[in-house]
């Protein structure tokens, strides 16, 4: 009974060993980025999306003549896993990506958890990482090889709360956030916020990602009258159900969704009572600004996700340029000379300013995006853009 | 035969884990890692099929082992050793108190109650700041000493609770759970005391899945709550099923096949998810008896006459 | 009081969801003897199809409530389509083993959900209405669509109840789940019970995503979070039990409306896991389970 067992196993093994070994050499004209993102669940979107950015940024750089580095030209190629938003599986993606394909750029990953694994495995084997995950440990000088690519909580709380408290006389504000890690970030710093503006938080409550019955809690903010409510994290179309309910049973005050990513599902779910409705984290493709350039990334996204692009797949997009300049500006292909050269590279990012990477202040090493904040406000079914504030140190 | 059963399980074990050394500790080493979590993983819950009950709470003892050494490594600074001893006696002692006041609960409705214990219990470490909340505890490695050799270490451990359980399941002990799924009152008659014996078969999986949680901890390095979902017991199921719940060497059948297909199925992006449940259902459909059963009954059958019985029959 | 009054009809609302997916849940365990862990694609499928049809047929140039009835029929006939081919191709060979049919299950989940995102996407759709505003009952605010969802749960389950105790139907089933040997004795055809009564089941689930559309968030992963509810509510009820699935139901509505309120919906999520151990162990096979 156990013989063909012992076989099968000393098989299984051998097969295993040799494919440890079989990894094409990698010519010199071709780096993989890595992705590490959801593909599957409620976190879908995010990641087809950013895939496809990345493999839309890889082959702009291709056509107009690639990334040059001592006197060679190189191409980006984009392998992309699924991290199903969990710290095992991305501890999986970690393996496939690091060990596996030997990935040395990791151009996008998403979810804190699965992040957190991911980038265990990446600073002790020398692998540049960007990430969209919020949450100030996960920078600092600990984790040299670390950049963030779109703004976090910490970039936008403040100026977003500062614009609302000035454009609404607004004493008293209550916050509701998925029980997730982008929900637990959140809320820390947007109660830090609210306080700083001078608006007083009166609650702050949890709900269970994937449920869809809001009612009570809505029976529960809207019993406390408050001036605003803020929804921080909370998915657009989850955050639609919530104003919803919050307009049946009559409240009509301030409606922020101080890190909401777009307005369709806030449309689809809520209707009219998502209008006026503050956005922090979105993209307006709406107004006089926008180029056809723009306009071209989004139809795209549009027809791979069925929903209008947003800030967690452009940081994606615009990792891809600044590992470009960062190269360049190296004049080296190794992830520790590449982030080195980060630190004062400059690029052009998706929103058209001239960005590079700061925060030195906050986390102890420039290791942040430098990106607009880029106030929205659902008028009228559209998402109009409101403000943008620009990030203090750009240059 | 037994003697020589465990002869020759130590000598596969053993050798198992000189083999994966030549996997190294690359990609290679850490699905040498997964195969043997998983496998333990599906052991014990074929070992708690030994008393007629379905653990859905395996996953639950898992991940209190798993943080358990996570707390262990990093918030108290105890050493390796001990901080598996604590995800072991952690385990122990919860699913002592678990099972004693569950188990006189059955079949389905005892499924539930598993079910609803990991998920409570998840929530429980979403909301532990102290426990890293929903982004995770970090920071959980092995010792240095063992460094590339780290899978070797699992399996041998791995390999080691595998032929525990399957001792004990050949033991007199084991023979008293059996009777107990096929009739306690029988078992009652005779006076042994029937609940104590299915809270120690319950607490002797959970102690080592308490333990396969550690090493799963300090593999990944980081764990989160989302880790120890009712999925992952349902994935552990869907090992013992496929490789097949009669013989001992199934779940480690199951867990091969599954995760190997998981690691071929991540190239496909968002088609893993159905590339793998298609997998299960076949296995379901057609292998009723998990690969090792139809293996098994090719072997009788090719004994028997020339013609081989079809598998899959009605039951 | 008013709050009281508010809560109250909100459980009510919320109840009458759970209340129709336990129905189907417990019917399947009822004649087969086996749990279904799909259960909950079928009602996201409905939701799809109807989200997807709504806006097809108002472009062709129906009314509104015309496009949704005929998108309500469409989501309940394909999801039933699916649910019977789901029964011949799989459940049909796992009847009454508890281990291997919940195994099927949890693949269909996967295998079904993955193409489902496939297919629809991963994004929320819009759904209009069937009627849209509020309505105000006893000073309370409550949405017209919620109230034609309750309407809708409870004539579908006084219907279930009637059927069961009147028609041939009906009666087959309960002999069937009484005990399936005796009703094959007594000439009971086991296999088209089964089929009947799986694809019943389904239909009932498909009623409740098609109705639930127009206020939820309409994704692929819409019925996860119901199905652990519905399960809940079946196993509290007491497997099989009609009557336990509503009281199943409305206990878990009730927990989720007023711990939802007075706490957050995270801790009421805790509390009814907690609760459900407490009840099961003091009444085993649940509060009307009898097997």
């Known amino acids: 009974m156990l013989h063909p067992a012992i076989r099968h196993l000393f098989r299984t093994s051998l097969v295993i060993a040799c494919s440890a070994h079989v990894g094409l050499s990698m010519a010199n004209e071709t780096i993989k980025l890595g992705l590490s993102v959801p593909l599957s669940g409620s976190g879908a979107p995010w990641g087809v999306g950013a895939e496809w950015l990345c493999r839309k940024a890889a082959s702009e750089i291709a056509e107009s003549g690639g990334v040059k580095v001592k006197g060679q030209v190189v191409n980006f190629e984009c392998v992309t896993y699924d991290n199903k938003y969990n710290a095992a599986e991305g501890a999986k993606v970690a393996q496939a990506l690091v060990n596996k394909d030997d990935v040395k750029f990791v151009a996008g990953s998403i979810g804190t958890a699965p992040v957190r694994a991911l980038q265990s495995l990446t600073e002790r084997k020398g692998v540049l990482l960007f990430t969209t995950a919020w949450g100030a440990s996960i920078k600092g000088t600990n984790y040299p090889l670390t950049f963030t690519q779109m703004n976090t909580t910490i970039e936008i709380a403040g100026p977003l709360t500062g614009f609302i408290a000035k454009a609404h006389p607004i004493k008293t504000v209550a916050l509701l956030n998925p029980n997730d890690a982008t929900g637990q970030e959140t809320e820390k710093t947007a109660r830090k916020a609210w306080e700083a503006a001078g608006v007083k938080v009166v609650s702050s409550d949890w709900y269970e990602r994937g449920s869809s019955e809001f009612q009570p809690v809505a029976a529960k903010l809207s019993a406390l009258k408050p001036d605003g409510i803020d929804l921080c994290s909370t998915p657009p179309a989850d955050a639609g159900l919530v104003f919803k309910e919050l307009a049946g049973l009559g409240w009509n005050g301030v409606k922020i969704v101080e890190v909401g990513t777009g307005a369709s599902g806030l449309i689809a779910t809520g209707g009219n009572a998502a209008q006026g409705v503050y956005l922090g984290a979105a993209v307006s493709l709406d107004g006089p600004t926008v180029t056809a350039h723009q306009r071209a990334l989004d139809d795209g996204v549009r027809k791979a996700t069925g929903d209008s692009i947003n800030a967690v797949q452009i940081g994606i997009y615009d990792a891809v340029y600044a590992l470009k300049a960062a190269m360049e500006r190296a004049q080296s292909t190794e992830p520790a000379d590449v982030a080195k050269a980060m630190s004062s590279v400059t690029f052009t990012s998706f929103y058209g300013n001239k960005s590079g990477f700061g925060g030195k202040a906050v986390y102890g090493t420039p290791q942040q995006m430098m990106l607009p904040v880029i106030v929205t406000q659902l008028k009228d079914g559209k998402l109009v853009e409101v403000a943008r504030i620009a990030s203090g140190e750009q240059r | 035969m037994n003697e020589r059963f465990f002869r020759q399980g130590l000598l596969a074990v053993a050798l198992a884990a000189l083999l994966s050394v030549a996997a190294g500790s690359g990609y290679a080493g850490n699905l040498v890692i997964w195969i043997a979590i998983a496998a333990v993983l599906a052991s014990t819950l074929r070992f708690v099929l030994l008393i007629g009950e379905l653990n859905f709470a395996v996953a639950a003892f898992f991940g209190l082992g798993a943080y358990a050494s996570g707390a262990a490594t990093t918030l108290w600074q105890l050493p390796f050793g001990l901080s598996i001893l604590t995800s072991g006696v952690v385990a122990l002692l919860a699913s002592a108190a678990f099972g004693y006041v569950t188990l006189r609960v059955k079949g389905p409705y005892f499924l539930l109650i598993g079910f609803a214990f990991t998920e409570a219990l998840r929530i429980l470490y979403t909301r532990s700041e102290w426990l890293g909340g929903n982004s995770g505890m970090v920071g959980i490695f092995p010792p240095a000493v063992l460094g590339d050799y780290f899978p070797t270490f699992v399996v041998a451990v791995a390999g080691a609770l595998i032929l525990l359980l399957a001792r004990i399941e050949h033991s007199h002990l084991g023979r008293v759970f059996v009777a107990i799924r096929d009739n306690d009152s029988v078992v009652r008659s005779v006076g042994i005391p029937v609940h104590a014996m299915k809270v120690l078969c319950f607490c002797i999986a959970s102690l080592v899945a308490g333990v396969a949680g550690a090493l799963q901890a300090f593999s990944n390095n980081v764990i989160s709550p989302l880790d120890f979902s009712f999925m992952l017991s349902t994935f552990a199921l869907a090992y013992l099923k496929v490789g097949g719940e009669r013989h001992a060497l199934g779940p480690v059948v199951g867990a091969v096949l599954l995760v190997l297909l998981a690691s071929v199925a991540q190239r496909f992006g968002g088609s893993e998810q159905i590339f793998y449940g298609a997998a299960i259902v076949f296995g379901v459909l057609f292998m009723p008896d998990g690969l090792t059963g139809w293996l098994a009954r090719r072997r009788t059958a090719r004994a028997k006459t020339a013609l081989p019985s079809p598998a899959g029959e009605m039951q | ?291």
């Not at chain 3, 060979?93 to 949890?106: H, K, N, P």
């Not at chain 3, 009147?166 to 007594?186: E, N, W």
């Not at chain 3, 309409?218 to 009820?237: C, E, R």
């Open chain 3, 1 to 291: 009081m008013q709050t009281l009054l508010q809560l109250f009809f909100t459980a009510l609302q919320i109840g009458a969801v759970y209340i129709l997916f336990a129905l189907g849940l417990t019917l399947i365990f009822g004649v087969l003897r086996i749990v279904n862990f799909a259960h909950g694609q079928f009602f996201t499928l409905s939701a799809l199809i109807v989200s997807v049809a709504v806006p097809w047929f108002a472009n062709g140039g129906s009314p509104v409530w015309l496009a949704y009835t005929l998108a309500c029929l469409c989501g309940v006939i394909v999801t039933s389509a699916l649910g019977a081919l789901v029964y011949e191709v799989g459940f049909k060979r796992v009847e009454r083993d508890m281990t291997g049919s919940f195994i099927l299950s949890a693949g269909f989940v996967l295998m079904i959900e993955g193409v489902f995102t496939k297919l629809f996407g991963g994004i929320v759709r819009p759904v209009p209405p069937l009627v849209d505003g509020n309505i105000d009952v006893f000073g309370i605010s409550v949405a017209a669509q919620r109230l034609v969802l309750c309407g809708v749960a409870a004539a579908l389950t006084l219907l279930l109840t009637l059927a069961l105790g009147g028609t041939r139907f009906g009666k087959a089933l309960r002999a069937v789940s009484i005990d399936h040997q005796a009703a094959m004795l007594q000439g009971i055809s086991y296999r088209r019970i089964g089929f009947g009564g799986f694809v019943a089941a389904t239909a009932i689930g498909a009623v409740a995503g098609a109705l639930i559309a127009p206020v939820a968030a309409v994704s692929p992963t819409l019925g996860d979070a119901y199905l652990v509810k519905g399960f809940i509510a079946v196993v509290i009820g007491g497997m099989g039990s009609v009557p336990g699935a509503i009281l199943g139901g409305l206990f878990i509505a009730f927990v989720e409306s007023f711990v939802g309120f007075y706490f957050d919906p995270s801790v009421a999520s805790l509390a009814i896991f907690v609760l459900v151990m407490a009840v099961l162990l003091v009444r085993p096979k649940g509060l009307l389970g009898h097997e």
